[in-house]
């Protein structure tokens, strides 16, 4: 290798070095103020489930059914909508109604390798439809993901978050179905 084509080479290096750390700098600039127009939050909501979310202040919209865990876990459904792509969505908080921390069981994520794999969700669920006589099961994405809520570890006393399962859509002419969900009593719910 020659002198010349060294030095082109270690220049073209440094520059390179030098533009991204100028770049990671500009990222890391001053501290931005919220404008000023827009109001404060009241309440907030969890981004992520997971460790100990903070007691809400506000309560969702009345429930369609509450299916009662072990440990003071409930879960109030609060919606169960048919998609246009031959979906249904249960959405709903889990909410821990006793005195202390509440670990959220890993029978919730149900027993198959696939889902179990993807770390403590609601992939355990299931719609029953009594008159059709067939059970539908959480949908997985291409990955073996279950299309839940996922990464849940516990919940402080007083702590709900929201959470949301989807599966296939039964007959239009179903319009109820049993929600099971392991270590939960079992609830009817009206699909919309």
């Not at 299931?126 to 997985?140: F, M």
Request: net charge neutral; hydrophobic share 35%; aromatic share 4%.
């Amino acid at each position: 290798m020659s002198e010349w084509y060294a030095k082109k080479v270690g220049r073209g290096v440094a520059t390179t070095l030098a533009a991204g750390l100028l770049l990671g700098l500009a990222g890391c600039g001053g501290e931005e103020k919220p404008p000023q127009d827009k109001a404060a939050a009241t309440t907030t909501v969890p981004k992520k489930t997971g460790v100990n979310p903070q007691p809400q202040s506000e309560a969702p919209a009345e429930p369609i059914a509450v299916l009662s865990g072990q440990g003071g876990l409930e879960l109030a459904v609060l919606s169960a909508t048919r998609d246009q792509g031959g979906f249904v969505t249960v959405s709903g908080k889990l909410t821990n109604t006793s005195g202390a921390v509440a670990i959220i069981p890993a029978q919730l994520g149900g027993n198959e390798t696939e889902i179990i794999k993807h770390g403590n969700s609601l992939g355990g669920a299931t719609l029953v439809d009594a008159i059709g006589k067939k059970r539908y099961y959480v949908l997985r994405d291409t990955d073996g993901r279950p299309l839940t809520t996922t990464d849940l570890s516990s919940l402080a006393s007083g702590a709900w978050t929201s959470v949301f399962m989807q599966f296939p859509a039964p007959p239009a002419t179903t319009t109820e179905v049993s929600l099971q969900l392991p270590t939960f009593t079992p609830a009817t719910i009206t699909l919309s």
